[in-house]
């Protein structure tokens, strides 16, 4: 049997280790697609630390999309009416090269943006940063990451003065209280699930809560569940926060010597006694009492969340508050506690690491920060004020730049914003009124890609040699373990390559990924993510979790050291104290009302990933999930006089989406329930964004994807 390549699952932030094998060698019965053809395969990686071996569904079935509707080699058009036209590489690079200085001169920096992905890895974000940030000298790259976890970001940078999860996964299996909010993690973060429900079944002691408005799976699993009203959860952390402080569960020792700001936070939740509480989230006064008590009673809490929080309006302020719990019960820095945001994707994190936002620079570094600035312009060997000090355009912004046709220069890459922004169809027209869009994918044809002047044929994960960053901060060497497809090149090489042809050839040097990574990591010395011990060579030898400072040995890197941040309770701020802030609950940006009573909510299903661009193309996946569902509550079902499988309209003030019923008790009164996976694509009118609208969190800029206010009107099947 051959050796199997060692690799990273490339869906979600979990991080699965994986085993490939091809086809022919693989020395079991082969895989095979619907059509019969041989696929790779994969199967867990038993020695990764993160997963041990387990995948879910979507990693095990990686193997069949990797030969689907591949992008073979570059296209290009003048206008969105006329067919795309293969060309060469050079051609296509020229034609971006001089777009991009006919920009330059026209509108400055500011006229070119790049929207990226948490599918890049650490070499492709590094070198995306140093292109825009560092030689055009705009900020305007940020990445689909910020719809996704830039509210944890903040929160994290604000309450603890650093990014960076203080926690990992195995906290799963040592706190005595899980406190999930915002976040299935049955269906989303399925082998964190598997880790915390097996140690859950074991230990009868251990407690989950579970906070979330629809009865998912994750909430089948818990000891109690917390159907709040979407929307409520600010009012239910500091409702828990009053009941704590109340019954004295708070930790004053390390209130009075690792934090600042208790006594505001503490006048604040004064306000949030339990009848207010209850009334507000809709829940029993013993449900409240249950959740505070167990809080305030366990020696260890680990809370974990995602998208139910950070897709908020007031997602930095929710994940702020659910920190302040922590920290008022002395509950981080320890193992099995403190506060985990998992990330959505496969390297979301390696994006935070390599600056991959419009406010951030590598090495957990700032845009507004003149020092930080000038550390990463003497890496780059680019003169002082090289940076700009503004943060870029945000990834909303990006959609309102091009509406205002403030953006001539339009890179989208790994990632399909015709999908997955809010407001779908404001956001179609104004790609539409683009003047000139890239499209930078592995698959073709994509929403996106519709309308692109350029398309470019980007590698897959598996093509090129890289490294991905998980949600417990473990860096994962993933190897080239097949050839690029037809004229793939890997993501940061096309980067390098504009680079160079707009004559920065000094700042493009290198010509492999591990050389861009050796000088990544140079720009982490000293910082929270050090990771100047880190090397494709020594990594592939396994993976090891940030921080590893150069010179750290194998024994202590490979997972005998404390795996935690904090542990000493000092923090990344100036005098080392984590912060309280707390926060009044302002609600959804669009609450339901007479024309609009339902409230949508929305989320993923357990076998889809994203827009589909790769998991559409996986028959035993589309087969299990072949059409979106609209999830009613049965009253809500029998006031409206519709079944299962008969079809409504969802309308919302900016569009509509038509899709049949599913009338189950997982969903409360009042809110319906839609998955985000589909896009033109993959059916008429199934759109979910074209219901959602673009309100963001003022502080991260994330847009509230995951409510909205929508009617729901029976109709004849279309
Ligand atoms: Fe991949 Fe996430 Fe599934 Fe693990 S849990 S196999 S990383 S999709």
């Given at each position: 049997?051959?050796?199997a390549?060692?690799t990273?699952?490339p869906?979600?932030?979990?991080?699965?280790?994986?085993?490939?094998?091809?086809?022919?060698?693989?020395?079991r019965?082969?895989?095979?697609?619907?059509q019969?053809?041989?696929?790779?395969?994969?199967?867990?990686?038993?020695?990764?630390?993160?997963?041990?071996?387990?995948?879910?569904?979507?990693?095990?079935?990686?193997g069949?999309?990797?030969d689907?509707?591949r992008?073979?080699?570059?296209?290009?058009?003048?206008?969105?009416?006329?067919?795309?036209?293969?060309v060469?590489?050079?051609?296509?690079?020229?034609?971006?090269?001089?777009?991009i200085?006919k920009?330059?001169?026209?509108?400055?920096?500011?006229?070119?943006a790049?929207?990226?992905?948490?599918?890049?890895?650490?070499?492709?974000?590094?070198?995306?940063?140093?292109?825009?940030?560092?030689?055009?000298?705009?900020?305007n790259?940020?990445?689909n990451?910020?719809?996704?976890m830039?509210?944890?970001v903040?929160?994290?940078?604000?309450?603890?003065?650093?990014?960076?999860?203080?926690?990992?996964?195995?906290?799963?299996?040592?706190?005595?209280?899980?406190?999930?909010i915002?976040?299935n993690t049955?269906?989303?973060?399925p082998?964190?699930?598997?880790?915390l429900?097996?140690?859950?079944?074991?230990?009868?002691?251990?407690k989950?809560?579970?906070?979330?408005p629809?009865?998912?799976?994750?909430?089948?699993?818990?000891?109690?569940h917390?159907?709040?009203?979407?929307?409520?959860?600010?009012?239910?952390?500091?409702?828990?926060?009053?009941?704590?402080?109340k019954?004295?569960?708070?930790?004053?020792?390390f209130?009075?010597?690792?934090t600042d700001g208790?006594?505001?936070?503490a006048?604040?939740?004064?306000?949030?006694?339990?009848?207010?509480?209850?009334?507000?989230?809709?829940?029993?006064l013993?449900?409240?009492k249950k959740?505070?008590?167990?809080?305030?009673?366990?020696e260890?809490?680990?809370?974990l969340?995602?998208?139910?929080?950070?897709?908020?309006?007031?997602?930095?302020a929710?994940?702020?508050?659910?920190i302040?719990?922590h920290?008022m019960t002395?509950?981080?820095?320890?193992?099995?506690?403190?506060?985990?945001s998992?990330t959505?994707?496969?390297?979301?994190?390696?994006g935070r690491?390599?600056?991959?936002?419009?406010?951030?620079?590598?090495?957990?570094?700032?845009?507004?920060?003149?020092?930080?600035?000038?550390?990463?312009?003497?890496?780059w060997?680019?003169?002082?004020?090289?940076i700009s000090?503004?943060?870029g355009?945000?990834?909303?912004?990006?959609?309102l730049?091009l509406?205002?046709?403030?953006?001539?220069?339009?890179w989208?890459?790994a990632?399909?914003?015709?999908?997955?922004m809010?407001?779908?169809?404001?956001?179609?027209?104004?790609?539409r009124?683009?003047?000139?869009?890239i499209?930078?994918?592995?698959?073709?044809?994509?929403?996106t890609?519709?309308?692109?002047?350029?398309?470019?044929?980007?590698?897959?994960?598996?093509?090129k040699?890289?490294?991905m960053?998980?949600?417990?901060?473990?860096?994962?060497?993933?190897?080239?373990?097949?050839?690029?497809?037809?004229?793939?090149?890997a993501?940061w090489?096309?980067?390098?390559?504009?680079?160079r042809?707009?004559?920065?050839?000094?700042?493009?040097?290198?010509?492999?990924s591990?050389?861009?990574?050796?000088?990544?990591?140079?720009?982490?010395?000293?910082?929270?993510?050090?990771s100047t011990?880190?090397s494709?060579?020594?990594?592939?030898?396994?993976?090891?979790?940030w921080?590893c400072?150069a010179?750290e040995?194998?024994?202590?890197?490979?997972g005998?050291?404390?795996?935690r941040?904090?542990?000493?309770?000092?923090?990344?701020?100036?005098?080392?104290?984590a912060?309280?802030?707390?926060?009044?609950?302002k609600?959804l940006?669009?609450?339901?009302?007479?024309?609009y009573?339902?409230?949508?909510?929305?989320?993923r299903?357990y076998?889809h990933?994203?827009t589909?661009?790769?998991?559409?193309?996986?028959?035993?996946?589309?087969?299990?999930?072949?059409?979106p569902m609209?999830?009613?509550?049965?009253?809500?079902?029998?006031?409206?006089?519709i079944q299962?499988e008969?079809?409504?309209?969802?309308?919302?003030?900016?569009?509509y989406?038509?899709?049949?019923?599913?009338?189950?008790?997982?969903?409360?009164?009042?809110?319906v329930?839609m998955?985000?996976?589909?896009?033109?694509?993959?059916?008429?009118?199934?759109?979910?964004?074209?219901?959602?609208?673009?309100?963001?969190?003022p502080?991260?800029?994330e847009?509230e994807?995951?409510?909205?206010?929508?009617?729901?009107?029976?109709i004849?099947?279309?």
């Amino acid at each position: 049997m051959a050796d199997a390549a060692k690799t990273l699952c490339p869906y979600c932030g979990v991080g699965c280790g994986l085993d490939v094998l091809p086809p022919a060698q693989s020395g079991r019965p082969v895989n095979r697609d619907e059509q019969g053809n041989p696929v790779w395969q994969a199967r867990g990686d038993r020695n990764h630390p993160s997963s041990k071996g387990q995948v879910c569904i979507k990693g095990g079935t990686i193997g069949d999309s990797l030969d689907k509707d591949r992008l073979l080699y570059p296209m290009m058009r003048e206008t969105l009416d006329q067919p795309l036209q293969r060309v060469s590489w050079d051609q296509a690079i020229e034609r971006i090269a001089s777009e991009i200085l006919k920009t330059l001169a026209d509108k400055g920096p500011d006229g070119i943006a790049m929207y990226g992905s948490g599918q890049f890895q650490t070499e492709d974000y590094y070198t995306a940063q140093k292109l825009l940030k560092g030689c055009l000298g705009t900020n305007n790259f940020d990445a689909n990451s910020r719809l996704c976890m830039s509210s944890a970001v903040a929160g994290y940078i604000q309450s603890f003065g650093s990014d960076g999860p203080p926690c990992c996964y195995d906290d799963l299996e040592q706190t005595d209280c899980a406190f999930l909010i915002g976040t299935n993690t049955a269906d989303c973060h399925p082998i964190v699930f598997n880790r915390l429900k097996k140690y859950h079944k074991k230990n009868r002691k251990v407690k989950m809560i579970v906070v979330d408005p629809r009865h998912t799976d994750t909430a089948k699993a818990a000891d109690l569940h917390l159907a709040i009203k979407p929307g409520t959860d600010i009012a239910l952390l500091n409702g828990i926060a009053y009941l704590v402080l109340k019954n004295g569960w708070i930790d004053p020792g390390f209130i009075e010597s690792c934090t600042d700001g208790f006594s505001d936070y503490a006048q604040v939740i004064k306000s949030y006694p339990p009848e207010r509480v209850t009334e507000i989230c809709g829940i029993t006064l013993s449900e409240l009492k249950k959740a505070a008590e167990w809080w305030g009673k366990s020696e260890r809490v680990l809370s974990l969340w995602s998208m139910g929080v950070n897709q908020s309006t007031e997602g930095t302020a929710k994940c702020r508050t659910i920190i302040n719990l922590h920290l008022m019960t002395g509950n981080i820095g320890k193992p099995g506690a403190g506060p985990f945001s998992l990330t959505g994707q496969p390297n979301a994190m390696g994006g935070r690491e390599a600056g991959g936002l419009a406010h951030i620079l590598p090495g957990y570094r700032l845009v507004k920060n003149p020092e930080h600035r000038q550390a990463v312009e003497a890496v780059w060997q680019l003169p002082e004020g090289s940076i700009s000090p503004t943060p870029g355009l945000a990834a909303w912004d990006m959609m309102l730049a091009l509406e205002q046709e403030e953006v001539d220069v339009f890179w989208v890459a790994a990632t399909n914003p015709a999908v997955s922004m809010p407001d779908i169809k404001r956001t179609q027209a104004a790609l539409r009124k683009s003047p000139f869009t890239i499209c930078q994918d592995a698959y073709y044809p994509t929403e996106t890609a519709a309308f692109a002047h350029v398309v470019l044929p980007a590698t897959q994960w598996g093509e090129k040699p890289g490294v991905m960053t998980n949600s417990e901060r473990v860096v994962t060497y993933c190897s080239a373990f097949r050839r690029p497809v037809g004229e793939a090149k890997a993501d940061w090489e096309i980067f390098a390559e504009v680079g160079r042809r707009l004559g920065f050839e000094k700042q493009f040097p290198q010509s492999t990924s591990a050389e861009v990574y050796d000088e990544f990591v140079t720009l982490t010395a000293g910082r929270l993510c050090d990771s100047t011990g880190l090397s494709h060579e020594r990594l592939a030898a396994g993976p090891i979790q940030w921080p590893c400072p150069a010179g750290e040995s194998d024994e202590v890197a490979h997972g005998k050291h404390d795996k935690r941040l904090y542990t000493d309770y000092r923090f990344a701020t100036p005098n080392k104290k984590a912060k309280f802030c707390a926060f009044h609950i302002k609600g959804l940006a669009e609450p339901p009302n007479e024309d609009y009573p339902f409230v949508l909510t929305t989320g993923r299903l357990y076998g889809h990933w994203h827009t589909q661009s790769r998991t559409g193309r996986i028959e035993r996946i589309t087969k299990r999930y072949p059409e979106p569902m609209l999830e009613v509550n049965p009253r809500d079902a029998q006031l409206l006089e519709i079944q299962s499988e008969e079809w409504v309209e969802v309308r919302s003030q900016r569009g509509y989406a038509q899709l049949k019923v599913l009338v189950t008790q997982n969903i409360t009164r009042g809110t319906v329930f839609m998955p985000m996976h589909w896009g033109f694509l993959w059916g008429d009118n199934t759109e979910v964004n074209a219901l959602t609208h673009p309100e963001v969190c003022p502080i991260s800029l994330e847009p509230e994807l995951k409510a909205c206010a929508v009617q729901v009107i029976p109709i004849a099947a279309p």
